[in-house]
């Protein structure tokens, strides 16, 4: 059990972080909550149903948070994007919110066929334009392949 755990669901609940531990190893060990709050009560110190339950939700919760931050930071540092403030951040962070929030800015974005099409085109359209100002004749040309010959000649 990761104590750094411990004693965050200790403070959330305002118990004792010998009470969080004895219990979360006896929900590890398989015991379910009726079982601890009735047979087990001088292992968790007289904890009732509800502290157990709260302990078990934090315990899963905390876990769920730690699996998805591994995730993040191995998303981030395979694309070459973590830095040592960034890590530190996800590091730091205890919500799923906040590590969500930290993590925004560099979610790969969803590429849909569409989306690569567009890419595409418009690079072909930068590449046969750009920097070429002054001559509507090429910009023309290079916009050609686009419409196919099927340009508006606008109302008659």
């Given at each position: 059990?990761?104590?750094?755990?411990?004693e965050t669901i200790a403070r959330e609940l305002g118990i004792k972080p010998s009470q969080v531990g004895a219990t979360a190893q006896l929900i590890v060990e398989g015991?379910?909550?009726?079982?601890?709050?009735?047979?087990?009560?001088?292992?968790?110190?007289?904890?009732?149903?509800?502290?157990?339950?709260?302990?078990?939700?934090?315990?899963?919760?905390?876990?769920?948070?730690?699996?998805?931050?591994?995730?993040?930071?191995?998303?981030?540092?395979?694309?070459?994007?973590?830095?040592?403030?960034?890590?530190?951040?996800?590091?730091?962070?205890?919500?799923?919110?906040?590590?969500?929030?930290?993590?925004?800015?560099?979610?790969?974005?969803?590429?849909?066929?569409?989306?690569?099409?567009?890419?595409?085109?418009?690079?072909?359209?930068?590449?046969?334009?750009?920097?070429?100002?002054?001559?509507?004749?090429?910009?023309?040309?290079?916009?050609?392949?686009?419409?196919?010959?099927?340009?508006?000649?606008?109302?008659?």
């Amino acid at each position: 059990m990761n104590l750094k755990h411990i004693e965050t669901i200790a403070r959330e609940l305002g118990i004792k972080p010998s009470q969080v531990g004895a219990t979360a190893q006896l929900i590890v060990e398989g015991g379910t909550v009726p079982f601890i709050a009735r047979y087990r009560k001088e292992a968790t110190g007289l904890l009732d149903e509800v502290a157990i339950t709260g302990i078990r939700d934090g315990m899963l919760r905390l876990a769920q948070l730690d699996e998805r931050r591994e995730v993040i930071l191995k998303s981030l540092d395979e694309r070459k994007l973590l830095t040592d403030e960034l890590k530190s951040k996800i590091e730091k962070a205890e919500t799923m919110t906040l590590l969500e929030d930290l993590f925004a800015p560099f979610r790969p974005k969803r590429r849909t066929r569409a989306t690569i099409a567009k890419e595409k085109a418009w690079s072909r359209w930068q590449f046969g334009c750009g920097g070429q100002d002054d001559h509507p004749e090429t910009d023309q040309r290079a916009g050609h392949g686009f419409v196919q010959g099927h340009v508006w000649q606008g109302y008659e």
